[in-house]
């Protein structure tokens, strides 16, 4: 299946495409499309097939139409769809939107197989015939994963946050204990800062599509704050408190390349939602988790879950990051390791490390 784009909005994408940061020239062009399909067993045809000399207009134009015209890389994936997956958290808000809207316009993520073939498709014992239905990456996962999604989705939390100017930035946050609270040392560096936040619990859609009731709380004056400019991490205690549920397990595993995420985030600042789609470790040591997941500003402070949705990393930043092995940058998002969280807590603040729920 291609994709036919009208040509206003092919005209559209082609100009968000070519005034990326990193497409002015071909070395950068080839590192930003392998970036995308990284994964994608057709990546190396991909690459080959693409000419990507040439003036930035020219290049995006030939990106676009060829990505459209590709097919499926996986099942019900279209190779622009993967592509469009990845450069979106990048651009601004206009464009971001522009993009999403494609995504309910053109059919980017549909299944290849016609409706008329379902009925043929019968089970098998043989594991050799169910891996020959997986095409590209295996999405099959196990049912009960929406369940810790859910659960864990309680704990996270927006921030309100007062600037210097009179004016509110938006943040996210998550409960790292029954009333202790971790978001980014960018998001709150201090503790007359925290006092002034406000922090929202349940700010999300129910299962009809309509905003849940909310409970905002603030903090506890005087309580046990602890931050970190180096680690970009805050602990702040909480009064107050609705029922969240429980606290999020920190794990301190060390990730590896490949391995998959997921971050539940208020992006834009906006209701909270979920992404787990496309989303893998690009680089990860003890301080650093660097990792191809959607998101916005004011989804800083947000929990890197792994497969288990249990906390990894602390999402602080994106944008064309130094990969720390290589000294090269790439187009990722990254946040902070929770081996170095704990570390850094159980080292200076041991009475906020006992009750952590690790």
Request: aromatic share 8%; net charge negative; charged share 20%.
């Amino acid at each position: 299946m291609t994709v036919q784009l009208e040509q206003p909005d092919f005209r559209r994408l082609t100009h968000i495409v070519q005034n990326l940061p990193d497409f002015a020239n071909v070395r950068d062009r080839r590192r930003l499309v392998a970036g995308a399909l990284e994964g994608v067993p057709q990546v190396d045809v991909i690459l080959a097939r693409l000419d990507l000399d040439g003036t930035p207009m020219a290049v995006s134009v030939e990106v676009v139409r060829f990505l459209s015209q590709f097919g499926q890389v996986a099942y019900g994936k279209e190779a622009l769809s993967v592509f469009l997956n990845y450069i979106q958290p990048f651009t601004g808000d206009k464009d971001s939107g522009f993009i999403l809207e494609l995504f309910q316009k053109y059919p980017l993520d549909v299944p290849v197989s016609p409706s008329r073939l379902i009925d043929r498709w019968r089970g098998t014992s043989s594991v050799t015939d169910v891996q020959e239905q997986i095409i590209g990456e295996d999405t099959l996962r196990h049912i009960y994963i929406l369940n810790l999604a859910l659960e864990a989705a309680k704990a996270v939390v927006h921030l309100r946050v007062p600037t210097e100017r009179g004016r509110q930035a938006a943040g996210t946050g998550f409960m790292i204990a029954p009333d202790l609270l971790i978001t980014n040392n960018h998001v709150i560096a201090s503790q007359e800062q925290a006092e002034k936040t406000e922090y929202t619990f349940n700010y999300q859609l129910d299962s009809n599509g309509k905003e849940c009731s909310t409970q905002t709380v603030q903090a506890l004056p005087g309580g046990t704050f602890y931050t970190n400019a180096e680690l970009d991490f805050t602990v702040v205690p909480l009064k107050d408190l609705p029922d969240f549920g429980s606290p999020l397990v920190l794990k301190s595993k060390q990730m590896r390349r490949d391995d998959r995420v997921a971050i539940i985030q208020h992006p834009g600042g906006h209701l909270k939602k979920i992404s787990m789609q496309n989303n893998f470790i690009a680089y990860a040591d003890a301080n650093v988790v660097q990792y191809t997941t959607s998101t916005l500003p004011g989804s800083s402070g947000s929990p890197v879950f792994d497969d288990d949705f249990q906390v990894i990393a602390i999402h602080h930043s994106g944008g064309m990051l130094l990969e720390p092995s290589t000294q090269r940058r790439y187009l990722r998002n990254a946040g902070t390791s929770m081996i170095a969280v704990l570390n850094d807590l159980k080292n200076n603040v041991p009475e906020i490390y006992t009750r952590l729920k690790a």
